[in-house]
Structures are given as structure tokens and as C-alpha cells.
């Protein structure tokens, strides 16, 4: 894992210090609530329906054992004894009293952690592949290029205040987990025929309430251009993006009314001028030296299989059912990922107690090279256990009720904060993705349905990333009463949709119904072995229709 | 424009001894500030000009664009220009940070580049870095604050228009 140099303590703890300053100066009320907000969003603290909420950064969704437990060690002196992982891979803290973040952020820096551009029309925590150097078939560790954009993006002068926020997501592997064309830049990790690394870039991806699949504006960039093509996308972006109205402000806008064919030839324009300078060239020995800190962990040379798991899995039918849930398999013979899904059946999607974030930052420690994963589904990984260790791992998640087998099933739901917590939803978003949860609590039920990502937003922000969701469902307000309108077919790995919407919204009492329905006019229709993706593509969206609004 | 700012200008106080003219009135034959409007409209017979010249670039362009002015624009004069001020209609509008920087990297413009309009406090250091040597500040603003925000950060991770080479460089130097 990267570890920070006097270079990165110094500037996390002039932020802090300045931000103290600016705290000192709300609090005094020099500073009014209108001039601090600016301040406060470049440092993650938002105000929400009820507090402030204080966003921390994970970069690239890595965490290590002693910064987990800060996390569990904030929630609890700071917070009510839990944290939120987001879509973001961040961790979100909803109820820190304001004149104390300061502290919170001094504490956080002592594990080299901050809340810097979390919130705010900036480039925000850099976000990939939570399998990064534990999957088979990777380019290259994502990691290290993320942390290289993490340092150039971080107090970027020139684009820490753009028309509108930005996000950019890596991925090493031709799977892709972390979303990259829903991005405002993605950027896949290639190799070409030559042997040389560089990258494919994707631009103007995004969600929200005008949802784009990103276009493709360069097959192949360069290693040592990379930050110069960055540069000149940003610079076009800030330079020609709109600001005359915040929900047309993201690059996807830009994108799609500038055309494909005219932002590719702007951006080549700006980046030939920039990159003559060869200015963003990062030195090698820098390259080497970030790239030193995600060397490999020193694996044993162990056998491809295990005694050991295949008795406790005939001994043990719930582990068995953990381990073809939620166990991925590993790059290294003898070792496994290890998902520990954050959706345990009714609870609140993305959350985890103190006790919870101590017990798996000490299995981290213990049987994972020191390492935990956050998941863009809100869930968390434990990236190198043995196969051997994995009952034991198994068991200890067991006790702290962190051992949900629902991976990517139909329980495995992301939910945004909804109406509980947010000043933007229009409807609750946690209450639901319980309910549905409990409605198909039924594991082996699950297994049955198979893939199926329910994704549920609750207003047309869309964080809780509903128009990707395999079934997608967004809280719409009529009235002063709370709707909720599914959308199918969605999804956010390399074969990126958009979901289309069914028609006519659902009320808070048939939802749940309506979402059966969909899943049992899916039951019905699909062939052997036929995921509700798969399904869905193949007989498109009237079947369902037809089920959902019969009379 | 009227000037109800203090000039800060490589890190003080100090007297403006530029003004801002509008379209319509004649030029004093002092250092002014004219808008991009009337220097294209009037390139021919102010080249003849002793007195020095400045352009302001507008954030919101005149109601011509929702943009603003295009700094490309000011190409093919810069050799006329002794200044040039940028407008920042907000302190959320961070359009005037590229054109800052395109005019300091790309077009090599050596003059004085001003900040004008609203303007935030830990923004000022941000402008430095883009290029940006003077500041038109609300008069409540001090020398003391205005030094202390200008060395909040101590270093920086990226190279930009100013001198600091950034973390991902001076490491190895």
C-alpha cells in the first residue's frame, strides 16, 4: 500500500490546520454559513437533513488494518458507533458536531487519511477495481496509476473549481468493477502489441438525471502522457463546459451536445499543447517508487486446493453456501478473495458498526496482508486469505454478523442515504432495500434467482445508481407522497446500459410486490443457467410490462 | 468599472495606476483597462497608443455566450497588452484558472495578469500558482490575512504556471 512521504504528511496537515482556522472562523461567526459552505465541501463536510456529514477519502477503495480502525475509532468518539461505505468507495460519518471535525481530520491524518475533495466541483477520490492485485488476468495494478492521478488531482489549482463535479475511475482488468464508462473519465488499462502499457480513455459517462454511457476519446494513451491528456481534457472542460445551469454542467452534458467527433478533436488540440512541454511527464524513478509500494504480498507456494476447505465446507452447509457467494477466486494458487457483503438482511445497506469495522480490520491484519478493499457496491473485501484460513475467517465474520452470503443476489442492493438522511431525496431509499431484502431472505431462493443488482435511488440524483441497476428503482415524489419507478436492464460493468423505466410508479405499499413480480416474469422466461441480465436482453422490457400492469 | 478595491500586487499594497474605461468614452492617456470589444474593434489606431494597455476578459461574455470570452481571442494582441485582467463573475466559476494559465504557458504573456470580481480567500494561492500576480481585493481585506492564505499550503503535488515543480517531480530531482 502506498504510504505517505514528508511531502504528503505536510500537506494533509497544512489542510487540516487551515481548516481549523476556517472552522474557528465559522464558529466565531466571522465567517457566514453562505462564505464557509464553499470551504467546508472542499473538505467533505456537507450539511444534511439533520447534522453535518463528514465524507473521508479511501483511495481507490484501499484501506489498511490500522486505518480501518481508525474509521471504527472515529465512529465511535465522533459519531453513534457507525460509519457508511459509499458508492465511492469513501466512508461517510453522519453525525460529527462541526467544531470538532478539525480533530477528527487531525486523528485521520495520523494513518495518512484526509477528506480532501470529497465533496465539491473538483476532481474527486479517484475510484477502482476492488480485486486490484488479487484477480487473475490484470494488466497492470490500477492502483498505482490512481495514486499518480491522486496526487495530480489533489489541490489541483487550475480544476478545483469547475463547472461541476469529477470523477474518475480506473480498471486493469477486462472486467471491469469499478464502473469506468459511468465516470467522467474511465480509464481501462491496455497493453498493446508492441508489449507497451498505456491506457484507453472514456469520457463523459455519468448518472445522475441525464444518464450517458461514456464515449471512447482515445484508444491509446501512453504511459508518460497520461496526466498531459487529464490536463487537456480538464482544461476543455473547464474552458467550454456549461455553467449556466448546474444540472447541464457535468462533462457528459458537454460531451453529448458537443458532439463525440468535435470534444475528441478539441481535446487532441489542447493535449498536443500540453504535452510539448513535457512538463506532466512523471520521472520513472517516481513511477518506480509508487509502483514499490504495491509490490506483490509475498505469497506461499501452496497447493491449488484444500482439504481442509473442502471438509469444512461438506461439514458446514452455511459456510459452503459463503464460500459459492462470496469467495472469488484468486490470482495465486492457494489463496481466495474474500467479499464480506454490508447487506446483511434488513439492514441499511453500506453500514458498519465500530465492533464490525475492528473485527475486520483484525483479520485484515492476520490472514490478509494487511489489507481491506471497499467495494462501489458498498461492500468490503478481504483481498489475500489461504484457502485454509478460511473457515476460520468465516467464522469470525459469523460473530460479528458479517457473514451474509449475497454477493451480488438479489439482497446485495446499493441504496443511497434517501430521505433518512438527505436534503435532495424525495423518498426513503433504506426502508425499501430492507424490505426487499426481507422479502427474499430466503437464501436458497436467491441462489435460484441468481445475478440480479437491485439499485435503489431516492430522488433523480441518482447515487444510489439506479438507472444501472439490473432492476433499477427511484423514489419520485407526487404530492407529498412517496412513488418509486422501476427501471430494467441497467448495468455498470464492461457491457455498461442504461435501464429503461417501466411506466407507471409504484406506491411505498406495492413496490415490493412489483419487484416480485419482475423477478417471477424473469423465472419464468429465462433458459438454462440465463442470468435476469441475459433474460432481460434477449425478450427486452414487455414481458415485464405486461406482467407488472395487468389488471 | 469603479475602484472600490485595494490593489494587491506581487504580495503587497499598493496604488493601481491602472483604470478601467468603458466602450464609448476616450482613452486617458494614462495606463487603462479596455474591453475586448472595443481592442478588437479598435486594434488599428490603438497600436499607435503610448500609454500602456490592458483587456479585461469577461466570465459571462457580454451575454454573447454563456461562457464568457475565449482567451484565444486575446492571441493576436498580446503584443499590445501590458495587462490583462480576468473576470470572476463567482467565486464558483473557475473558468479565469485556464485562462490564466494558457496565458502565462502557451502564449508566454509576460504582462501583469489581474484577478477581478469575487474572489475567495484560499483561492488567492490557487491564482498564484495559475499565473495570476495581482489581486483586486474588498478593501476589508489585510496584508496579514492576504499573507498568511497565500502560505497555507507549503508545497504542491502538480507543476502549474508558477515556479514550484510539484511533489510527483522534486522528488527526484
Same mark, same amino acid.
Given at each position: 500500500?502506498?504510504?505517505?512521504?514528508?511531502?504528503?504528511?505536510?500537506?494533509?496537515?497544512?489542510?487540516?490546520?487551515?481548516?481549523?482556522?476556517?472552522?474557528?472562523?465559522?464558529? %466565531?461567526?466571522? /465567517?457566514?454559513?453562505?462564505?464557509?459552505?464553499?470551504?467546508?465541501?472542499?473538505?467533505?463536510?456537507?450539511?444534511?437533513?439533520?447534522?453535518?456529514?463528514?465524507?473521508?477519502?479511501?483511495? &481507490?477503495?484501499?484501506?489498511?488494518?490500522? *486505518?480501518?480502525r481508525? *474509521?471504527?475509532?472515529?465512529?465511535?468518539?465522533?459519531?453513534?458507533?457507525?460509519? +457508511?461505505?459509499?458508492?465511492?468507495?469513501?466512508?461517510?460519518?453522519?453525525?460529527?458536531?462541526?467544531?470538532?471535525?478539525?480533530?477528527?481530520?487531525?486523528?485521520?491524518?495520523?494513518?495518512?487519511? +484526509?477528506?480532501?475533495?470529497?465533496?465539491?466541483?473538483?476532481?474527486?477520490?479517484?475510484?477502482?477495481?476492488? &480485486?486490484?492485485?488479487?484477480?487473475?488476468?490484470?494488466?497492470?495494478?490500477?492502483?498505482?496509476? %490512481?495514486?499518480?492521478?491522486r496526487?495530480?488531482?489533489t489541490? +489541483?489549482?487550475?480544476?478545483?473549481?469547475?463547472?461541476?463535479?469529477?470523477?474518475?475511475?480506473?480498471?486493469? +482488468?477486462?472486467?471491469?468493477?469499478?464502473?469506468?464508462?459511468?465516470?467522467?473519465?474511465?480509464?481501462?488499462?491496455?497493453?498493446?502489441?508492441?508489449?507497451?502499457?498505456?491506457?484507453?480513455?472514456?469520457?463523459?459517462?455519468?448518472q445522475?438525471?441525464?444518464?450517458?454511457i461514456?464515449?471512447?476519446m482515445? $484508444?491509446?494513451?501512453p504511459k508518460?502522457?497520461?496526466?498531459?491528456?487529464l490536463?487537456?481534457?480538464?482544461?476543455?472542460?473547464?474552458?467550454?463546459?456549461?455553467?449556466?445551469?448546474?444540472? @447541464?454542467?457535468?462533462?457528459?452534458?458537454?460531451?453529448?451536445?458537443?458532439g463525440?467527433?468535435?470534444?475528441?478533436?478539441?481535446?487532441?488540440a489542447?493535449?498536443a499543447?500540453?504535452?510539448? %512541454?513535457?512538463?506532466?511527464?512523471v520521472?520513472?524513478?517516481?513511477?518506480?517508487?509508487?509502483?514499490?509500494?504495491f509490490?506483490?504480498?509475498?505469497?506461499?507456494?501452496?497447493?491449488?486446493?484444500?482439504?481442509? /476447505?473442502?471438509?469444512?465446507?461438506?461439514?458446514d452447509? $452455511?459456510?459452503?453456501?459463503?464460500?459459492r457467494?462470496?469467495?472469488?477466486?484468486?490470482?495465486?494458487?492457494?489463496?481466495?478473495i474474500?467479499n464480506?457483503?454490508?447487506?446483511?438482511?434488513?439492514?441499511?445497506?453500506?453500514?458498519?458498526?465500530?465492533?464490525?469495522?475492528?473485527?475486520?480490520?483484525?483479520?485484515a491484519?492476520?490472514?490478509?496482508f494487511?489489507?481491506?478493499?471497499?467495494?462501489?457496491?458498498?461492500?468490503?473485501?478481504?483481498?489475500?486469505?489461504?484457502?485454509?484460513?478460511?473457515?476460520?475467517?468465516?467464522?469470525?465474520?459469523?460473530?460479528?454478523?458479517?457473514?451474509t452470503?449475497n454477493?451480488?443476489?438479489?439482497s446485495?442492493?446499493?441504496?443511497?442515504?434517501?430521505?433518512?438522511?438527505?436534503? /435532495?431525496?424525495?423518498?426513503?431509499?433504506?426502508?425499501?432495500? *430492507?424490505?426487499?431484502s426481507?422479502?427474499?431472505?430466503?437464501?436458497?431462493?436467491?441462489?435460484d434467482?441468481?445475478?440480479?443488482?437491485?439499485?435503489?435511488?431516492?430522488?433523480?440524483?441518482?447515487?444510489?445508481?439506479?438507472?444501472?441497476?439490473?432492476i433499477?428503482?427511484?423514489?419520485?415524489? @407526487?404530492?407529498?407522497?412517496?412513488?418509486?419507478?422501476? %427501471?430494467?436492464?441497467?448495468?455498470?460493468?464492461?457491457?455498461a446500459?442504461?435501464?429503461?423505466?417501466t411506466?407507471r410508479?409504484?406506491?411505498?405499499?406495492?413496490?415490493?410486490?412489483?419487484?416480485?413480480?419482475?423477478?417471477?416474469?424473469?423465472? $419464468?422466461?429465462?433458459?438454462?443457467?440465463?442470468?435476469?441480465? $441475459?433474460?432481460?436482453?434477449?425478450?427486452?422490457?414487455?414481458?415485464?410490462?405486461?406482467?407488472?400492469?395487468?389488471? | 468599472?469603479?475602484?472600490? #478595491?485595494?490593489?494587491?500586487?506581487?504580495?503587497?499594497?499598493?496604488?493601481?495606476?491602472?483604470?478601467?474605461?468603458?466602450d464609448?468614452t476616450?482613452?486617458?492617456?494614462?495606463?487603462?483597462?479596455?474591453?475586448?470589444?472595443r481592442?478588437?474593434?479598435?486594434?488599428?489606431s490603438?497600436?499607435?497608443?503610448?500609454?500602456?494597455?490592458?483587456?479585461?476578459?469577461?466570465?459571462?461574455?457580454?451575454?454573447?455566450?454563456?461562457?464568457?470570452?475565449?482567451?484565444?481571442?486575446?492571441?493576436? #494582441?498580446?503584443?499590445?497588452?501590458?495587462?490583462?485582467?480576468?473576470a470572476?463573475?463567482? #467565486?464558483?466559476?473557475?473558468?479565469?484558472?485556464?485562462?490564466?494559465?494558457?496565458?502565462?504557458?502557451?502564449?508566454?504573456?509576460?504582462?501583469?495578469l489581474?484577478?477581478?470580481?469575487?474572489?475567495?480567500?484560499?483561492?488567492?494561492?490557487?491564482?498564484?500558482?495559475?499565473?495570476?500576480?495581482?489581486?483586486?481585493?474588498?478593501?476589508?481585506?489585510?496584508?496579514?490575512?492576504?499573507?498568511?492564505?497565500m502560505?497555507?499550503?507549503?508545497?504542491?503535488?502538480?507543476?502549474?504556471?508558477?515556479?514550484?515543480?510539484?511533489?510527483?517531480?522534486?522528488?527526484?530531482?
Amino acid at each position: 500500500m502506498y504510504r505517505y512521504d514528508e511531502f504528503d504528511h505536510q500537506l494533509v496537515g497544512d489542510r487540516v490546520k487551515q481548516f481549523r482556522g476556517q472552522v474557528e472562523r465559522r464558529v %466565531s461567526g466571522e /465567517l457566514t454559513e453562505d462564505a464557509f459552505k464553499p470551504l467546508r465541501l472542499m473538505n467533505g463536510v456537507y450539511l444534511q437533513l439533520h447534522a453535518y456529514m463528514l465524507r473521508v477519502a479511501i483511495p &481507490y477503495g484501499t484501506l489498511s488494518s490500522k *486505518q480501518l480502525r481508525m *474509521q471504527a475509532h472515529i465512529a465511535r468518539k465522533y459519531d453513534r458507533g457507525y460509519g +457508511h461505505f459509499t458508492t465511492r468507495q469513501n466512508i461517510q460519518f453522519n453525525w460529527p458536531a462541526l467544531d470538532k471535525i478539525p480533530d477528527l481530520l487531525e486523528e485521520l491524518a495520523t494513518v495518512e487519511m +484526509h477528506a480532501i475533495q470529497t465533496s465539491g466541483n473538483c476532481i474527486r477520490n479517484v475510484t477502482s477495481d476492488q &480485486y486490484a492485485a488479487a484477480i487473475d488476468g490484470e494488466v497492470e495494478d490500477p492502483r498505482i496509476i %490512481s495514486e499518480i492521478i491522486r496526487q495530480w488531482s489533489t489541490f +489541483h489549482p487550475e480544476f478545483t473549481y469547475l463547472p461541476r463535479k469529477f470523477k474518475i475511475a480506473v480498471t486493469g +482488468h477486462d472486467n471491469d468493477r469499478a464502473a469506468i464508462k459511468l465516470h467522467d473519465i474511465g480509464i481501462v488499462i491496455k497493453q498493446n502489441e508492441l508489449g507497451d502499457v498505456g491506457y484507453e480513455i472514456h469520457v463523459g459517462g455519468g448518472q445522475g438525471r441525464t444518464p450517458f454511457i461514456a464515449k471512447k476519446m482515445a $484508444d491509446f494513451v501512453p504511459k508518460a502522457q497520461l496526466l498531459a491528456y487529464l490536463e487537456a481534457v480538464m482544461r476543455v472542460y473547464n474552458m467550454l463546459g456549461r455553467r449556466d445551469n448546474s444540472y @447541464k454542467a457535468r462533462i457528459k452534458i458537454m460531451v453529448h451536445e458537443t458532439g463525440e467527433v468535435e470534444m475528441r478533436r478539441l481535446i487532441e488540440a489542447e493535449f498536443a499543447k500540453i504535452d510539448a %512541454s513535457q512538463m506532466l511527464a512523471v520521472p520513472q524513478a517516481e513511477i518506480d517508487r509508487i509502483s514499490a509500494y504495491f509490490a506483490s504480498p509475498e505469497f506461499e507456494t501452496l497447493p491449488a486446493t484444500s482439504p481442509a /476447505l473442502d471438509a469444512a465446507k461438506t461439514q458446514d452447509a $452455511d459456510f459452503a453456501r459463503w464460500v459459492r457467494a462470496n469467495v472469488v477466486a484468486h490470482k495465486q494458487d492457494g489463496y481466495a478473495i474474500v467479499n464480506i457483503s454490508l447487506k446483511p438482511i434488513g439492514g441499511v445497506p453500506g453500514d458498519a458498526t465500530d465492533v464490525q469495522m475492528e473485527a475486520v480490520a483484525d483479520l485484515a491484519e492476520r490472514y490478509s496482508f494487511d489489507e481491506i478493499r471497499v467495494t462501489h457496491e458498498q461492500n468490503l473485501v478481504l483481498p489475500h486469505i489461504r484457502l485454509d484460513d478460511l473457515k476460520t475467517v468465516y467464522d469470525a465474520l459469523n460473530a460479528h454478523e458479517l457473514a451474509t452470503a449475497n454477493l451480488g443476489l438479489i439482497s446485495d442492493t446499493i441504496a443511497c442515504p434517501g430521505l433518512d438522511y438527505c436534503n /435532495l431525496a424525495n423518498a426513503r431509499s433504506i426502508p425499501l432495500a *430492507q424490505e426487499i431484502s426481507e422479502r427474499f431472505a430466503d437464501l436458497d431462493r436467491q441462489y435460484d434467482i441468481g445475478e440480479l443488482k437491485i439499485k435503489i435511488s431516492g430522488c433523480i440524483n441518482a447515487c444510489g445508481h439506479h438507472h444501472v441497476g439490473h432492476i433499477g428503482i427511484l423514489g419520485v415524489d @407526487k404530492k407529498g407522497t412517496e412513488f418509486y419507478q422501476i %427501471s430494467l436492464g441497467g448495468s455498470a460493468d464492461e457491457n455498461a446500459s442504461i435501464g429503461t423505466i417501466t411506466g407507471r410508479a409504484f406506491t411505498e405499499e406495492t413496490i415490493v410486490d412489483a419487484i416480485e413480480t419482475v423477478v417471477t416474469t424473469y423465472t $419464468d422466461m429465462r433458459q438454462t443457467d440465463e442470468r435476469f441480465i $441475459d433474460t432481460f436482453r434477449r425478450v427486452g422490457l414487455d414481458p415485464f410490462k405486461e406482467r407488472l400492469y395487468a389488471e | 468599472m469603479p475602484n472600490e #478595491y485595494q490593489l494587491m500586487k506581487d504580495g503587497a499594497l499598493c496604488q493601481d495606476e491602472w483604470t478601467y474605461s468603458d466602450d464609448e468614452t476616450a482613452l486617458p492617456d494614462a495606463p487603462t483597462i479596455i474591453s475586448l470589444t472595443r481592442l478588437k474593434a479598435e486594434a488599428e489606431s490603438l497600436r499607435a497608443r503610448n500609454a500602456k494597455l490592458g483587456v479585461q476578459l469577461l466570465a459571462d461574455g457580454n451575454g454573447k455566450t454563456k461562457l464568457g470570452e475565449d482567451v484565444a481571442e486575446l492571441e493576436p #494582441y498580446l503584443d499590445m497588452l501590458s495587462l490583462v485582467s480576468i473576470a470572476f463573475p463567482t #467565486y464558483r466559476n473557475g473558468r479565469g484558472f485556464s485562462a490564466a494559465r494558457v496565458l502565462r504557458e502557451q502564449f508566454n504573456f509576460e504582462g501583469e495578469l489581474r484577478a477581478s470580481g469575487e474572489v475567495l480567500h484560499d483561492q488567492w494561492a490557487m491564482m498564484r500558482r495559475c499565473g495570476i500576480t495581482a489581486f483586486e481585493l474588498a478593501p476589508s481585506v489585510s496584508l496579514e490575512t492576504f499573507t498568511a492564505a497565500m502560505g497555507e499550503l507549503s508545497n504542491a503535488y502538480q507543476p502549474a504556471a508558477d515556479d514550484q515543480r510539484g511533489a510527483l517531480w522534486q522528488r527526484h530531482k
